[in-house]
């Protein structure tokens, strides 16, 4: 099928630990991995993505790193901080629907002070 | 550049009736999608599209159509609405060209109440 699956789907940490959010992906062929960042009443905005030819990118404390051989790829937040407190997509293009960018299920996080 | 752009932002229509939500893509974007968010089912797909031709379809009822207009503007209409059409309709614009690495950038979503 052509789905992404996103876990866990809440996500609870403590002010300056890390957070980990993980997705699958059905499609071999997908080359693209964008992850995006939804604030209560707002847009998703991209935060960081990653294309296939690529193993891992970091942008300051956000990372993202890609095993194309098991078809998942994962999102790191390090030192988190109440700001990072959100809710998370994660998506992959799906070539087999014509490059059509499928979403996760999403994951809320709650950074506590 | 100025970013994607929603119209109305905000929706109340009875079951039964139709409505007709516009886009703005960012200037120079040609490709313009179309999602629904609720949630319980998170960002589902509805369609694409690409110098005014339908690329891609999601999985929803022919309730649901839209089209693009040569400005790159695009609209969605949704007919016969039903209280399970309630969502947050959010667009998203990208590229200049068809190409599958296109980050698409999102509007701030129209929310649609049936009552």
């Known amino acids: 099928g052509e789905n992404v699956e996103q876990h866990p789907s809440t996500l609870s940490v403590q002010e300056g630990d890390s957070a980990v959010i993980k997705c699958t992906y059905s499609?071999?062929?997908?080359?693209?991995f964008p992850w995006y960042k939804q604030e209560l009443g707002k847009r998703p905005q991209l935060i960081i993505d990653?294309?296939?030819?690529?193993g891992e990118k970091k942008d300051q404390r956000i990372a993202v790193t890609l095993n194309k051989t098991a078809k998942h790829f994962s999102l790191h937040i390090t030192e988190t901080q109440p700001e990072d407190s959100a809710v998370y997509f994660c998506?992959?293009?799906?070539?087999?629907?014509?490059?059509?960018?499928?979403f996760g299920g999403g994951t809320r996080v709650l950074v506590k002070p | 550049k100025a970013g994607v752009t929603q119209t109305p932002r905000y929706l109340i229509k009875t079951r039964g009736q139709q409505v007709t939500l516009s886009c703005s893509p960012i200037?120079?974007?040609?490709?313009v999608s179309w999602y629904q968010q609720t949630p319980g089912q998170g960002l589902q797909f509805l369609f694409e599209?690409?110098?005014?031709?339908?690329?891609n379809k999601g999985n929803f009822p022919g309730r649901f159509s839209g089209r693009q207009f040569s400005n790159s503007r695009s609209e969605m209409n949704v007919s016969t609405l039903e209280l399970g059409d309630s969502a947050l309709y959010l667009c998203?614009?990208?590229?200049?060209?068809?190409?599958?690495?296109?980050?698409?950038?999102f509007g701030p979503g129209t929310r649609l109440t049936v009552l």
């Open positions: 998506a992959a293009t799906i070539k087999a629907a014509g490059n059509k960018l499928t």
């Open positions: 499609d071999s062929a997908s080359n693209y």
């Open positions: 998203a614009s990208s590229g200049t060209v068809i190409t599958s690495t296109d980050t698409q950038y």
């Open positions: 599209y690409f110098s005014e031709t339908q690329r």
């Open positions: 990653i294309r296939s030819n690529v």
């Open positions: 200037s120079g974007h040609r490709s």
